[in-house]
T-cell receptor, first 111, second 115 residues
Framework: GESVGLHLPTLSVQEGDNSIINCAYS??????FIWYKQESGKGPQFIID?????DKRQGQRVTVLLNKTVKHLSLQIAATQPGDSAVYFC??????????FGGGTRLMVKP | SAVISQKPSRDICQRGTSLTIQCQVD?????MFWYRQQPGQSLTLIAT?????????ESGFVIDKFPISRPNLTFSTLTVSNMSPEDSSIYLC????????????FGSGTRLTVV
């Protein structure tokens, strides 16, 4: 089936810097995307979502960018903090009510 | 957003036995799902738990191995039957309304080890 993938499996950033996590999706029919954060021993936690009729959405310290032309999604975290260390997943909805998850990127924040 | 309680949080089971995992949501929800996650890997959808009818299974997962119940809009169970070491994984319940305020919420997961 269609898949969602990531360019970087591990990202290491300095505390205070900005982080950018990327995700490529293959189904052009996908119309809704979510970024999840998963800390060790916990379930994924919703961060931010975006619909296909938008190309940018901002939350608190996070911004999601959607480029439908190249089927690319990114999550930007401003002023990265140690508490941001986790695995980040993008997920897409292209049929019914199901989500397809990408492979995940581990973000490591260096103090 | 919905709050999910999932239990047990972890278990160590003998091969050949079965384990039932429970998922309780604090509010009525339309959608409930069960996922499997190998450590260090992404989430794979096992099935959609349908209220009052048989679950909808994804390719590679069958009802005899992973029977699912959903008696109402707040509760579901997943049973891992006739377990083998290959079933060792994290099992996650997810619930909510797609494109609601916070997508789908996840439980904390059940870490299963089969020996």
């Amino acid at each position: 089936g269609e898949s969602v993938g990531l360019h970087l499996p591990t990202l290491s950033v300095q505390e205070g810097d900005n982080s950018i996590i990327n995700c490529a999706y293959s189904n052009s029919a996908s119309d809704y995307f979510i970024w999840y954060k998963q800390e060790s021993g916990k379930g994924p936690q919703f961060i931010i979502d975006i619909r296909s009729n938008m190309d940018k959405r901002q939350g608190q310290r996070v911004t999601v960018l959607l480029n439908k032309t190249v089927k690319h999604l990114s999550l930007q975290i401003a002023a990265t903090q140690p508490g941001d260390s986790a695995v980040y997943f993008c997920a897409e909805n292209n049929a019914g009510n199901m989500l397809t998850f990408g492979g995940g990127t581990r973000l490591m924040v260096k103090p | 957003s919905a709050v999910i309680s999932q239990k047990p949080s972890r278990d160590i089971c003998q091969r050949g036995t079965s384990l039932t995992i429970q998922c309780q949501v604090d509010s009525q929800v339309t959608m409930m799902f069960w996922y499997r996650q190998q450590p260090g890997q992404s989430l794979t959808l096992i099935a959609t738990a349908n209220q009052g009818s048989e679950a909808t299974y994804e390719s590679g997962f069958v009802i005899d191995k992973f029977p699912i119940s959903r008696p109402n809009l707040t509760f579901s169970t997943l049973t891992v039957s006739n377990m083998s070491p290959e079933d060792s994984s994290i099992y996650l319940c997810s619930a909510g309304e797609l494109q609601g305020l916070s997508g789908y919420t996840f439980g904390s997961g059940t870490r299963l080890t089969v020996v």
